[in-house]
């Protein structure tokens, strides 16, 4: 079975940091499009960030400059790292992947994922 796990999620204040991590089992991770998603309370679900699997970004403008996506094939892992959190950052992160994905960075941000993770909770506090 395929599986994504997240972990790093937490509470922090206000211009804080935090590295989130995807742990992905049962797929190609290096030939995938890994994606992260986010979700406040009563909000409809927004792309964080993709890469592609020949390790190309695109990030939404909401975060641009102070997120960065990155992968570390040899471990199957994504990351997620956060700086200068904003109370409006707080939301459910989600890991998403699209399997044996040979995509551009465009494609892959724009493409619809089949598996994804439960989530990881960030809480940022004024």
């Known amino acids: 079975d395929v599986q994504l796990v997240e972990s790093g999620g937490d509470s922090v204040q206000a211009g804080g940091s935090l590295r989130l991590s995807c742990a992905a089992s049962?797929?190609?991770?290096?030939?995938?499009?890994m994606k992260w998603y986010r979700q406040a309370p009563g909000k409809e679900r927004e792309l964080v960030a993709s890469i592609s699997s020949g390790g190309s970004t695109v990030y939404a403008d909401s975060v641009r400059g102070r997120i960065t996506i990155s992968k570390d094939n040899a471990k199957n892992t994504l990351y997620l790292q956060m700086n200068s959190l904003k109370p409006e950052d707080t939301a459910v992160y989600s890991c998403?992947?699209?399997?044996?994905?040979?995509?551009?960075?465009?494609?892959?941000?724009?493409?619809?994922?089949?598996?994804w993770g439960q989530g990881t909770q960030v809480t940022v506090s004024s």
């Open positions: 049962g797929l190609s991770f290096s030939t995938s499009c």
């Open positions: 998403a992947a699209k399997s044996a994905a040979y995509y551009g960075g465009f494609l892959c941000y724009k493409t619809v994922p089949d598996t």
